[in-house]
């Protein structure tokens, strides 16, 4: 007489193992929310999602980058638009300054206000920062760059000139309207000035208009990357909810039958008795 295993049942509980680790994984997978949890899930599919993930929160990093590039160029653009005022009020004074109805007390009066608005000019260059960095006094003459990209060497250079009085900056230090020959050539240093200013201002608003394209586009790109992304490792909730429950029909049927396996035996031990 041989006695064999009862290979009924040993079918039935590989079967109902393999139903139980796909339920399993099915509970994992919903979840998570995702199709890929782990590298044995899609190794192919981890390596691109993961890339993909790093070069989204590169384009997210850019975007605030060049948001904070804006922000300089404001900073800066808004206190050259003081010194223009200031400028006008100067050229405005020394238009005036060179009429040759005025007597001294009345050219000192208005040298007195030039002085003072020159002054002004070198306040406004020598404290003008965001976060700490000096905008106007020639600290950015030599550049400064902004990473607006995820990948290297995706860069924007920015120079700001010294916006002084100074002569290394707007040299309209030491104007002179004392007398109406002076007052005269000042008015030609200012307007100098003037063209100087509105050159930087012109420079800014120029690189501020690339930025606000730069972030548009660094949008749109982590968008789509995004979408990429998600068709990759994220779960389809519909499909895997019809697998889970198609795992539970055949996790009970394959409990059911183990038992009836394993009941076969019996069968047989009576036929002996």
Same mark, same amino acid.
């Given at each position: 007489m041989r006695i064999n295993h009862n290979i009924q049942a040993l079918n039935a509980y590989r079967n109902l193992s393999n139903t139980n680790n796909a339920t399993s994984k099915s509970? /994992?997978?919903?979840?998570?929310?995702?199709?890929?949890?782990?590298?044995?899930?899609?190794?192919?599919? #981890?390596?691109?999602?993961?890339?993909?993930?790093?070069?989204?929160?590169?384009?997210?990093?850019a975007e605030r980058n060049s948001l904070d590039a804006i922000s300089l160029i404001q900073t800066a653009e808004g206190a050259l638009a003081s010194t223009h005022d200031i400028l006008q009020r100067m050229r405005e004074l020394s238009v005036q300054g060179a009429n040759g109805t005025l007597v001294t007390a009345d050219r000192q009066s208005i040298q007195? /206000?030039?002085?003072?608005?020159? /002054?002004e000019i070198d306040r406004i260059a020598n404290t003008t920062q965001f976060n700490n960095?000096? #905008?106007?006094?020639?600290?950015?003459?030599?550049?400064?760059?902004? *990473?607006?990209?995820?990948n290297a060497q995706e860069t924007l250079s920015l120079t700001i000139k010294q916006m002084?009085?100074?002569?290394?900056? #707007?040299?309209?230090s030491g104007v002179d309207v004392l007398a109406a020959s002076t007052a005269s050539n000042a008015i030609t240093t200012i307007d100098k000035a003037i063209s100087e200013v509105s050159a930087q201002r012109s420079k800014l608003g120029a690189v501020q208009n690339r930025l606000e394209h730069t972030i548009s586009n660094l949008q749109s790109a982590n968008e789509n990357l995004t979408a990429a992304e998600s068709r990759i490792r994220d779960l389809?909730?519909?499909? /895997?909810?019809? *697998?889970?429950?198609r795992n539970n029909i055949l996790n009970q049927a394959g409990q059911a039958m183990l038992a009836q396996a394993n *009941?076969?035996?019996q069968g047989v031990l009576q036929l002996l008795q």
């Open positions: 509970l /994992e997978k919903l979840s998570s929310g995702l199709r890929i949890n782990r590298a044995a899930d899609d190794a192919a599919g #981890l390596a691109i999602s993961e890339k993909m993930r790093s070069q989204i929160r590169g384009l997210d990093m007195d /206000e030039i002085d003072a608005l020159t /002054e960095k000096d #905008l106007l006094d020639g600290s950015m003459s030599s550049g400064v760059i902004f *990473q607006i990209g995820a002084g009085a100074s002569s290394s900056g #707007l040299a309209i389809d909730m519909a499909e /895997e909810m019809t *697998q889970f429950t *009941q076969l035996p």
